[in-house]
């Protein structure tokens, strides 16, 4: 089997639902149904593997890089994908790794989570809510989630003061008793760069926080000081009982090998629109497990990425969660998911793992601009 063409197809926006104010740096999130873009790597034997959109010009060199080679040689693939297609905004060359990925399932004849070695039938995602918002109105989003059966929630917590933070915990487990697993994001692996809602935290803050939130049953603190802190956030870890999250960002398995060895975190969330794709996010999910900690990836972009990380927590027994963005009514997953004719849905607070081959979701060709 040959690669033949690599093609890049936009998508009809089904209207602009509204924009939030998220909690880490950066612009307004601009929210929409469908619209954005998915890359199509097409092959002699008449399969194509899809994944997300990427630039006009990374299409051009990727076509350079891939046409007339063997779609199923991978991993020799991913590391050409690395050195060659960085860069171009947020995602680079990671839709040509997943959608060789897809490729390799359709080939098979099977989704990737077989071909990752099988697993689970369904995950737990968990809302990864976008504000940082008050108590009050967190405590009814909270709520809300839990009437719609959600298991687990993440909240953006960098307020002001400790007291507002620990608030927002206090209100949200109120609202929503022992039905929820409550983690929390504090957003401060970047709060040094441009800015962002809220407060910067020094080791004092985090410290102080984590052992308020250890005590409010919370099951992870994420990203609670600067990215490359690694020596404090180490030193905060074996500080407290509570488990500390991150990684989001960093990029290479040496960043990771380095975390793991010094026992920085205890989940690690490797992102795959970071990291060139999932090939690399495998390989960090073996190192996190000879460690003995979970890994529970970043959201993976919103939508085709998040199937791929679908499969690849299915497969992993040290992946207890799956993060899905989600802070309705705007910031609502549905939005995304809707470039899909067929796409997976929370029901009953799990999310089950498409069954068709490869990635197991087709985009609804009513959206693919002609």
Same mark, same amino acid.
């Given at each position: 089997?040959?690669?033949?063409?690599?093609?890049?197809?936009?998508?009809?926006?089904?209207?602009?639902?509204?924009?939030?104010?998220?909690?880490?740096?950066?612009?307004?999130?601009?929210?929409?149904?469908?619209?954005?873009?998915?890359?199509?790597?097409?092959?002699?034997?008449?399969?194509?593997?899809?994944?997300? $959109?990427?630039?006009?010009?990374?299409?051009?060199?990727?076509?350079?890089?891939?046409?007339?080679?063997?779609?199923?040689?991978?991993?020799?693939?991913?590391e050409q994908i690395a050195h060659y297609?960085?860069?171009?905004?947020?995602?680079?060359?990671?839709?040509?790794?997943?959608?060789?990925?897809?490729?390799? /399932?359709?080939?098979?004849?099977?989704?990737?989570?077989?071909?990752? $070695?099988?697993?689970?039938?369904?995950?737990?995602?968990?809302?990864?809510?976008?504000?940082?918002?008050?108590?009050?109105?967190?405590?009814?989003?909270?709520?809300?989630?839990?009437?719609?059966?959600?298991?687990?929630?993440?909240?953006?917590?960098?307020?002001?003061?400790?007291?507002?933070?620990?608030?927002?915990?206090?209100?949200?487990?109120?609202?929503?008793?022992?039905?929820?697993?409550?983690?929390?994001?504090?957003?401060?692996?970047?709060?040094?760069?441009?800015?962002?809602?809220?407060?910067?935290?020094?080791?004092?803050?985090?410290?102080?926080?984590?052992?308020?939130?250890?005590?409010? /049953?919370?099951?992870?603190?994420?990203?609670?000081?600067?990215?490359?802190a690694f020596d404090d956030i180490a030193?905060?870890?074996?500080?407290?009982?509570?488990?500390?999250?991150?990684?989001?960002?960093?990029?290479?398995?040496?960043?990771?090998?380095?975390?793991?060895?010094?026992?920085?975190?205890?989940?690690?969330?490797?992102?795959?629109?970071?990291?060139?794709?999932?090939?690399?996010?495998?390989?960090?999910?073996?190192?996190?497990?000879?460690?003995?900690?979970?890994?529970?990836?970043?959201?993976?972009?919103?939508?085709?990425?998040?199937?791929?990380?679908?499969?690849?927590?299915?497969?992993?027994?040290?992946?207890?969660?799956?993060?899905l963005l989600h802070d309705p009514p705007?910031?609502?997953?549905?939005?995304?998911?809707?470039?899909?004719?067929?796409?997976?849905?929370?029901?009953?607070?799990?999310?089950?793992?498409?069954?068709?081959?490869?990635? /197991?979701?087709?985009?609804?060709?009513?959206?693919?601009?002609?």
């Open positions: 089997m040959k690669i033949t063409d690599i093609k890049l197809h936009r998508l009809k926006s089904l209207g602009t639902v509204g924009e939030l104010v998220p909690a880490w740096p950066g612009a307004s999130m601009r929210f929409t149904r469908g619209g954005g873009a998915f890359v199509a790597i097409e092959t002699d034997a008449g399969l194509t593997g899809i994944g997300p $959109g990427a630039g006009p010009a990374l299409v051009e060199r990727a076509k350079e890089l891939l046409v007339g080679e063997n779609p199923l040689r991978v991993e020799r693939h991913a297609l960085r860069g171009d905004g947020y995602g680079g060359g990671a839709g040509f790794d997943i959608a060789l990925w897809d490729l390799v /399932g359709k080939a098979m004849g099977e989704p990737l989570v077989n071909v990752f $070695g099988g697993g689970d039938a369904e995950v737990i995602p968990y809302a990864s809510l976008i504000q940082l918002s008050t108590p009050e109105e967190r405590a009814e989003q909270a709520a809300r989630l839990a009437a719609d059966d959600w298991q687990a929630i993440k909240l953006r917590l960098h307020h002001a003061t400790i007291a507002e933070d620990i608030e927002t915990v206090r209100r949200v487990r109120e609202a929503v008793g022992d039905t929820m697993t409550v983690m929390v994001d504090a957003n401060q692996a970047q709060s040094a760069t441009p800015w962002q809602p809220g407060v910067r935290w020094d080791f004092v803050r985090a410290l102080t926080t984590a052992r308020e939130l250890e005590q409010l /049953g919370v099951y992870w603190l994420e990203e609670p000081l600067p990215r490359y030193r905060l870890n074996d500080s407290t009982g509570l488990r500390i999250a991150g990684g989001e960002n960093n990029v290479g398995l040496h960043e990771f090998t380095r975390m793991l060895q010094g026992n920085v975190y205890d989940v690690l969330q490797p992102e795959s629109m970071v990291l060139q794709g999932i090939t690399t996010l495998r390989r960090i999910a073996t190192l996190a497990e000879a460690f003995g900690k979970s890994c529970v990836p970043h959201h993976g972009g919103g939508d085709i990425g998040v199937i791929a990380h679908l499969h690849l927590v299915a497969s992993w027994s040290h992946a207890p969660y799956m993060e705007i910031g609502d997953y549905h939005h995304r998911f809707a470039m899909f004719a067929d796409g997976p849905e929370v029901m009953d607070g799990v999310m089950r793992v498409p069954e068709a081959p490869g990635l /197991g979701i087709e985009i609804d060709p009513d959206l693919i601009d002609p």
